[in-house]
């Protein structure tokens, strides 16, 4: 049941959710939760959708918190590790999925349109792994999981700042797997295919058409595809599994 004066629990294992205030990263808190994790999500300015997702995992008897966090800044970053996570709570699990977008053509893209994107999508995956990294190593133990994209592998016309990042995900996420792996701290990718979401939501009927025409398995993903990938990586059935990056996309680019 729902309660507002929750208090975290200083030894349940904790999942840090970005991004956790819809589509994607909503699931994955939400799966998460059912797993067992108690789930600190961060959201940057949908208040009203973050604390929904809090009050649907405690409806479910799970526990959950939301926090408002600028991925892009290091110094909201350490500040939120640093009064919420460290010492407080068992950081199990960290889930770098916040993300935006700003499609348009490399020709008419303006420098904050890149920059804008890396900074979210990618530097701010940096800093929380950062964070994390350094409590986890304490501990010894620890998953990190990246959402990066298909089109991170393959890029798209009119993605360039987009697909930059999420292809300097994958990178960054076989990196941290080396340096990490002696503290038995795991670190992988899902890089989700086109899935139903808020930013698809828009697309045009032609445009679906062609985007599933492209799926082997003839259907765009849902949030949930995603979400139990993620859940999977997290538990103790992925021990030994890192550096990897694990694509739910319907069979595209494989």
Known sequence: MSTEHQTPDSAQPTAVVTGGSRGIGKAIAVTLARDGFQIFLTYASRADEAHAVVTQIRDDGGKAWAFPVNVASSQNVAEFFATAVKGKVDLAVLVNNAGITKDVFLVRMK????????AVNLRG???CTREAAKIMSRARKGRIINISSVVGQSGNAGQANYAASKS?????????????????????????GFIETDMTAGLT??????????????????????????????SDRAAYITGQVLGVNGGMYC
């Open 111 to 118: 420098d904050e349109d890149f920059d804008n994107i890396l």
């Open 125 to 127: 995956a940096f800093f």
């Open 168 to 192: 300097g995900l994958l990178g960054f996420t076989k990196s941290c797997a080396k340096e990490l792996a002696a503290r038995q701290i795991t670190v992988n990718a899902v890089a989700p």
């Open 205 to 234: 009927e032609d445009v679906r058409a062609s985007y599933i025409d492209s799926i082997p398995l003839k259907r765009m993903g849902t949030v949930t595809d995603v979400a139990e990938a993620v859940a999977f990586l997290a």
